[in-house]
């Protein structure tokens, strides 16, 4: 039905930047809502977060706004996720994930579709 494939992370120092993109094939539907999530080690996968793909609304975490941007191209079928000012504390797998709805959840349990996740390493 749905496939999703992150790529984009990497190591780097504190206060820099990375790019992620998940590329979602298979169907899809402008009622799709998709988002970010990332898991540390010994933690629950926590929202970061989300667009609708119908109207580009967006959704942050606290801890992420202002520094982290959500967008997507709808001809390519690809949603990133712009990581700047980076944090020790933001080390995590990060995830993309979709769901059938035309608004976005903020629990990982709410998505149906999850990329296999790219992990992003931030050091002091």
């Known amino acids: 039905q749905v496939q999703l494939v992150e790529s984009g992370g990497g190591l780097v120092q504190a206060g820099g930047s990375l790019r992620l993109s998940c590329a979602i094939s298979?169907?899809?539907?402008?009622?799709?809502?998709t988002a970010w999530f990332r898991q540390a080690p010994g933690k629950d996968r926590e929202f970061v977060a989300a667009?609708?793909?119908?109207?580009?609304?967006?959704y942050y975490a606290d801890s992420v706004k202002g520094r982290f941007t959500i967008s997507r191209d709808n001809p390519k079928n690809t949603m990133y996720l712009q990581l700047n000012s980076l944090k020790p504390e933001d080390t995590a797998v990060y995830y993309c994930?979709?769901?059938?709805?035309?608004?976005?959840?903020?629990?990982?349990?709410?998505?149906?579709?999850w990329g296999q996740g790219t992990q992003v390493i931030v050091s002091s």
């Open positions: 298979g169907r899809t539907f402008s009622s799709y809502a």
């Open positions: 667009i609708t793909w119908r109207g580009g609304t967006t």
């Open positions: 994930a979709a769901r059938f709805d035309v608004a976005p959840a903020y629990t990982a349990g709410s998505y149906t579709y």
